[in-house]
């Protein structure tokens, strides 16, 4: 009895995939059917297998492990002679960073020699990440062969591992075991292998990453520790530089620090034999200057085609060739110091990109605290020395002055009473002088003590000339202050009374043979400087340029400058200009 179809439905029949059995005899059905249970069979083996592999996988969190399992894993489910994991660059170039093997044995991977670089065939999956099938390698056009040595391989599969919406790398497959081609179901194993070794790589990613930031907050730590067991300045910025080099597996770490308004100076280098050091930068032409101007951390991924780049570094012996950089400023709450400074060689770019720009920021900061605590530290120790020399200036000023002061006058009143004497007279009398001159000396300790060196005062200029004049002389000059010389006499006025002071002095030390020498400074509508000696004199063929020095310094000034100079009666110089 023939079936009527009901109406709205198709008529009933064998399936697409059954046509070709329609006629067939028992023994071929059978053989069919035992085809398609076999074929069910592998899949299920291979699902329970992929399932298996993603375990594996997952139980690893170290990224060099996790990516030799997983061509291992592709061999076993594909059934594959080789494999092969081509792991990209994050560079803009897109070639292959590392190149995983499993299937070659230690002898021919030397004999065939470097690994490939991404380039031909591995090119073509890595410009269009797809699968691709081949029956013959050799058959495909962007194929360049096999270097000498290399096995041979004839089928290929080629498939990408993506992380989330880049890829990561390719997974590559050759020589299936059976001499058969690879087929759809082996592209469609490998293919969820590759996604779930994506998932599998980001995880060892962020472990590595969470590896990373634990190693800066570590170094932060130590940096911190330096600081707190009251190393210098120098000491802790050193160590942050090598530490943030070390840790950011850069070429080249430098601390760059302000010296004034217009100019850096390269204080600390991390990575660089030899004590060769760059010269100071310029604030509009380096990228150092940039970032201090800013306050903002910069990121060059080559810094050989940046306008803003000082490329004298590069240049200098031991010194990495350009590449990316990464500089961070050394904040503090008075400004920026300075900038860390982090590069690689072009040859190490993907170090570079594997570096996030706010943990070396976050722990610049460090260095910048190094900074501020020194400069705290080092202003406590000035004050307490400056306290001590208050306390030292004020028992010299009313305890031996006024003993020194009080002897005096006993002596002056002696010398009356024994007029009848002259020798003793005379000899009290040279005693009082004497003691008069040691009372100026200490009044003009006292003022020294209570003078910053890098004060800049004329008082303490010439008192430092003078002194550093009395060791080659053997003896110390006479000094004396008339008027209100630090008041009136300013900055400019002083680099010039300096110059002329150091010139005169020089020339009493190199050419008078002086036993005595007397500084004079006077200060009032003029600034008179007067330098003598009781030398031999200026002989009549002596060179006079620093003379000549002197007088051009004076007429620049509107003053004048004299020389008295007799043979075997000494040397006068008196430098005058006006104050104002």
Known sequence: MSQVP???????????????????GLEELLRELLQRVDEIEEDQQRL???????????????????LDRIVELACQLSGARYAAMGVLDAGSARRLEAFV????????????????????????????????????????????????GHPPMRSFLGVPVRLRDRVFGNLYLTEKTNGLDFTERDEAVVVALAAAAGVVVENAQLYEEGVRRERWLAATAEVAGLLGSRQDAAQALQVTADRAREIAQADLATVVLRRSETEL????????????????????????????????????????????????????????????AMLVPLRTVEGVEGVLALAWSAEREAQFHAVDVRLPQQFAEQAALALQVARARADQQRLMVFEDRD?????????????????????????????????IAERVSTAVDDLDDTIKDIRRTIFALSASPESGDVRSTVLELTERASRALKFRPQVRFTGPVSSLVGPELGAHVSAVLGEALSNVVRHAEATRADVSLEAGDEV?????????????????SGLANMSERAAELGGSCTVES??????????RVPTR
């Open 6 to 24: 009901r109406e709205g439905f198709a008529p009933l029949g064998p399936s697409a995939s059954l046509q070709p059995l329609l006629g067939a």
């Open 48 to 66: 329970r297998g992929l399932l298996d592999a993603v375990v594996l996988l997952a139980a690893d969190l170290s990224l060099d492990r996790v």
């Open 101 to 148: 093997t499993h299937g070659l044995t230690a002898d021919q991977r030397s004999v065939i020699g470097d690994l490939p670089h991404g380039r031909g065939l591995l090119g073509e999956i890595i410009d269009r990440p797809t699968p691709l099938r081949l029956h013959d390698i050799a058959e495909h056009p962007s194929s360049y062969g096999f270097p000498e």
């Open 265 to 324: 100076e390269v204080t600390v280098v991390s990575g660089v034999e030899g004590t060769a050091r760059p010269a100071p930068l310029t604030m509009d032409g380096s990228l150092a200057g940039h970032v201090v101007s800013t306050g903002e951390a910069l990121v060059v991924p080559d810094v050989a085609a940046d306008q803003r780049t000082d490329l004298q570094a590069s240049s200098l012996e031991g010194w990495p060739r350009s590449g990316p």
């Open 391 to 423: 306390r030292i200036g004020r028992d010299l000023h009313d305890l031996v002055i006024q003993r020194l002061f009080a002897v005096g006058l006993g002596l002056e009143n002696t010398a009356r009473m024994i007029e009848d004497r002259p020798d």
């Open 528 to 544: 008179v400087l007067t330098v003598s000696d009781d030398g031999r004199g200026i002989a009549a063929d002596a060179p006079r």
């Open 566 to 575: 007799a043979a075997g009666r000494g040397t006068t110089v008196v430098w």
